[in-house]
């Protein structure tokens, strides 16, 4: 699943910090999709537990997303 998930800090050095946090507690359950530097926002595909995982943060403010990409990527 494809998700957009708002983050809770400030300014280029808080961002990237919260960013490269939230990428390390994901481990295998999510790859970058987009990473922005200026905008407190991280674009990720996540499984069940990454988005369990990215409930779960304190640094989290919201996360949207879409449906499942069905098998195959299309």
Same mark, same amino acid.
Request: net charge negative.
């Given at each position: 699943?494809?998700? @957009?998930?708002?983050l809770d800090? #400030? ?6 910090? =919260?960013?490269d !946090?939230l $990428?390390?507690? *994901?481990?295998?359950?999510?790859? @970058?999709?987009?990473?922005?530097? #200026? ?6 595909? =996540?499984?069940? !537990?990454? $988005?369990?995982? *990215?409930?779960?943060s304190?640094? @989290?403010v ?10 195959g990527?299309?």
């Amino acid at each position: 699943m494809l998700v @957009v998930v708002a983050l809770d800090a #400030r300014g280029r050095a808080e961002i990237a910090a =919260v960013q490269d !946090e939230l $990428l390390a507690s *994901l481990g295998g359950h999510g790859e @970058v999709a987009g990473r922005p530097e #200026r905008i407190p926002q991280l674009a990720v595909r =996540v499984d069940a !537990e990454g $988005l369990e995982i *990215l409930s779960r943060s304190p640094s @989290v403010v919201a996360v949207e997303g879409n449906e499942p990409e069905p098998a195959g990527g299309s």
